[in-house]
């Protein structure tokens, strides 16, 4: 599993954060807790082991000791100490000088202290720098190729197929062919075989990956380059730290045969192992040798016919961009809750995390679920768990999107409403694990509408740029270094980067982007910094508000004057004096986006404003036979109706 996926712990919230469709590797609903995508099948030309055709090119990305690194990052001081990342009693994972000194990851804090009294420890209780990191290498990725895949928080996906094919035809000869990092089995390389030369250039690829990685984020981690993703990821960690390892076709058999019990083998989940066990099956090679139609009498076609491909090293998934999550959860463990207030308390400390998440992902979620576990528990952890869930309220989902504080106390009244669903608190009860949960996440606002300027991005969302979705190899975009080596560009940087619609902010939409004015997409560009109308390769970050900037309310009720565009004449109705260089600004409209707003625009907003006030400027006296309350109502109903005007995407919130 995933480099920082723990057997005790339980603030693995992310892994819960589900995707659609399901990720194989992560804990699911189904027969097995970790199962294969049923869809996307690739159907390209890859035979059933890997050795006929041209195959896939696939890389497995597997960052070394994540969230010890990421603590590194945050404090360099902590680099050359043996450090050991803490939740609860638990040392979720070290760095290696730690781990030269005997402290290994899913250890007790006592045993880690006892083998190493110097050791530093960290909390990792709050997952949001992990998650924030996380996000920043998949965004990296996706800026090179459009086929990424997440996979927890420290791995991932990229299938580099077509840039490979890119890259060999520009390769001249095969003997200036070689791998790049480790060979598994230490196998020769065979430059006349063509998926040799494939994941040859492959291994190359990867290493210009991993060294974007470290010289923009910091990072460093392990690669596997093999012919599909059962196969990346199981090699991927045969070298380590910071090495890279090639499988070629002909070593897929003593890869298997290296595994200790089916458990081993991604997509074999606990109960599917035991139902193989009760047949005498321990080990992948009493999988391979089994009977086909005996498999399946035990299991089923589907699922024993899935089974038996990967035993073989046969994976036919295809690489799946996930976007942003369909849900997003909170949850801690503990070794004892049995009290009503002790369960209150847990529940809102989760929300008030939850929350602030949910604000910065941006969307609006219309249900949630709360999850508990009694103890004792079975074995297996992922069957002992209850659920109940209920829609979440429209005010309260509003709330939630507008990041108020008074959205806790109803959320966790809605919360101990479910609790009491599944727990008698009248008899006692034991719990050992809370979750809180948001699902049926939906956008806040419509695609190309002005108001996907004021939103957070969601930080797993793909960005339609061209950034990204592009594999630079194939349009000529790569260049050579001196050995004459291709090197990965995320962007041209010649004068083509003069265009301001090359690359949005991170945050807008990049269709309304490019409808913009030249001036104003210079000065959306020239407010982030480094970008001042050009673009440069740097990692985007999740959850960040960009583009126009909103003003304060204070700013809104004063009513301001401006420099329109000079030596432009505006007729009486727009600004009251033709030629005038200044003229006043509908009240709750930043002054300095109403400036950079086109000519045309302005007059609008202008016109709109002086529409609505004018009434109330000129209104006649009461006519004799109509009160005032009468002629207000209808002012009030007029007023009512006139809704959808260019005034209101201006108005505080």
Known sequence: MAEECREGVSRHDELYESQSPQCQY????????????????????????????????????????????????????????????????????????????????MMLVTDAMEKCPQ??????????????????????????FPLVERLGLDENFVDITELVESRLKQQMKLSDISINGHIYNQQPLDVTVQNHCRLAMGSHIAAEIRAAIH??????????????????????????????????????????????GLHTLPGIGYRTACRLETLGLQSVEDLQRFPLANLEKELGATVA??????????????????????????????????????????????????????????RTPRTFRLTIRRFPRPVNKWFSRESRQCPVPGFLGQKICSGVDDAVGPLVKLAMKLFHRMVDTSLPFRLTLLSVCF???????????????????????????????????????????????PQLEPLDSSSECERATSAPP????PSVFQELPADIQRELLSSIPGQSGSVTPSAPEPGVVTALRIPSFERLLQPSSVELHPGREWDADSCGEIGSPACDVPPNVDPQVFTELPLDLQKELLSEWKHE?????????????????????????????QTNNLLKYFKPS
Not at 120 to 126: H, I, W
Not at 133 to 143: A, F, N, P
Request: glycine share 10%; aromatic share 6%.
């Open 26 to 105: 992560c804990p699911g609903d189904s027969d097995d807790e970790l199962t294969w995508i049923s869809g996307q099948v690739d159907t390209g030309p890859q035979s059933s082991n890997g050795t006929k055709g041209p195959c896939r090119v696939i890389v497995h990305f597997d960052m070394d000791c994540f969230y010890a690194q990421v603590e590194m990052i945050r404090n360099p001081a902590l680099r050359t100490v043996p450090l050991g990342v803490q939740q609860k009693y638990i040392i979720v994972t070290c760095n290696y000088v730690a781990r030269e000194l005997g402290v290994r990851k």
């Open 506 to 509: 991170f945050g807008v939409d």
């Open 613 to 641: 006030t004018s009434p109330l400027k000129t209104q006649p006296p009461a006519r004799r036979g109509r009160t005032l309350v009468s002629r207000g109502s209808k002012s009030a109903t007029t007023s009512g109706s």
């Open 439 to 485: 699902t049926n996440l939906q956008s806040s606002c419509t695609k190309g509408s002005i108001q996907a300027f004021f939103v957070h991005e969601s930080p797993g969302k793909q960005k339609d740029t061209p950034s990204q979705g592009v594999l630079l190899g194939s349009t000529g975009s790569s260049r050579r270094s001196a050995g004459g080596t």
């Open 119 to 144: 050791l530093v420890l960290v909390s990792g209780e709050d997952l949001s720098p992990y998650r924030e990191i996380s996000y920043r290498v998949t965004g990296l990725l996706e800026m090179f």
């Open 215 to 260: 010289s923009q984020l910091g990072l460093t981690g392990c690669a596997g380059i093999a012919s599909n993703k059962l196969l990346a990821k199981l090699v991927s960690g045969t070298f380590k730290p910071n090495q890279q390892t090639t499988l070629l076709p002909e070593s897929t058999v003593p890869l298997l045969a290296s595994l200790r």
């Open 305 to 362: 016919r899935r089974v038996h491909s990967l035993s073989l090293g046969i994976d036919p998934s295809s690489v799946t961009p996930r976007g942003p999550p369909q849900s997003l959860s909170n949850e801690d463990s503990f070794r004892k809750v049995s009290t009503e207030a002790e369960v209150r308390q847990k529940v809102e400390e989760l929300i008030i995390i939850l929350l602030d998440r949910m604000y910065k992902d941006g």
